[in-house]
């Protein structure tokens, strides 16, 4: 029975893994969304504010995905709950770039945020290798 469990923790690890992969390019497809908004080749209703929200929307889900792993593993103090926790404040802190009143983005900032974001999935990436071992 053992061997099973182990088994199905595996499968369970190597979903939560694919569906950060997933998320990361849907995360990287809305930093490419912002480019094309300010160079107003987006449809007339894809603002910033429009933008925020949607990419709110996925941030929100993908948490809860990652929270019932971590909590059905009791995991909750662990390495990979901190990688995990660095990731979310990296991916919503982002969005500090832009100026959804005035429809601006702060390049500076936004290329900091993708390198600060970046740092943090490697620091998740190595969790997820830590767990396997």
Same mark, same amino acid.
């Given at each position: 029975?053992?061997?099973?469990?182990?088994?199905?923790?595996?499968?369970?690890?190597?979903?939560?893994?694919?569906?950060?992969?997933?998320?990361?390019?849907?995360?990287?497809?809305?930093?490419?969304?912002?480019?094309?908004?300010?160079?107003?080749?987006?449809?007339?209703?894809?603002?910033?504010?429009?933008?925020?929200?949607?990419?709110? =929307?996925?941030?929100?889900?993908?948490?809860?995905?990652? +929270?019932?792993? /971590?909590?059905?593993?009791? @995991? $909750?103090?662990?390495?990979?709950?901190?990688?995990?926790?660095?990731?979310?404040?990296?991916? =919503?802190?982002?969005?500090?770039?832009?100026?959804?009143? +005035?429809?601006? /983005?702060?390049?500076?900032? @936004? $290329?900091?945020?993708?390198?600060?974001?970046?740092?943090?999935?490697?620091?998740?990436?190595?969790?997820?290798?830590?767990?396997?071992?």
């Amino acid at each position: 029975m053992g061997v099973s469990v182990e088994r199905y923790n595996l499968i369970e690890t190597n979903i939560l893994l694919d569906r950060f992969l997933t998320y990361r390019e849907v995360f990287t497809e809305y930093f490419k969304t912002i480019k094309v908004i300010e160079r107003g080749e987006a449809l007339r209703y894809e603002t910033y504010s429009r933008l925020v929200e949607n990419y709110m =929307i996925n941030v929100h889900q993908f948490i809860k995905l990652c +929270n019932s792993y /971590v909590v059905k593993y009791h @995991l $909750e103090k662990s390495f990979l709950a901190e990688a995990l926790n660095n990731y979310f404040v990296s991916i =919503i802190s982002a969005l500090d770039c832009l100026d959804i009143d +005035n429809n601006l /983005v702060d390049h500076r900032r @936004l $290329e900091a945020a993708k390198k600060k974001i970046h740092a943090s999935e490697e620091k998740f990436m190595k969790s997820i290798g830590r767990l396997a071992n």
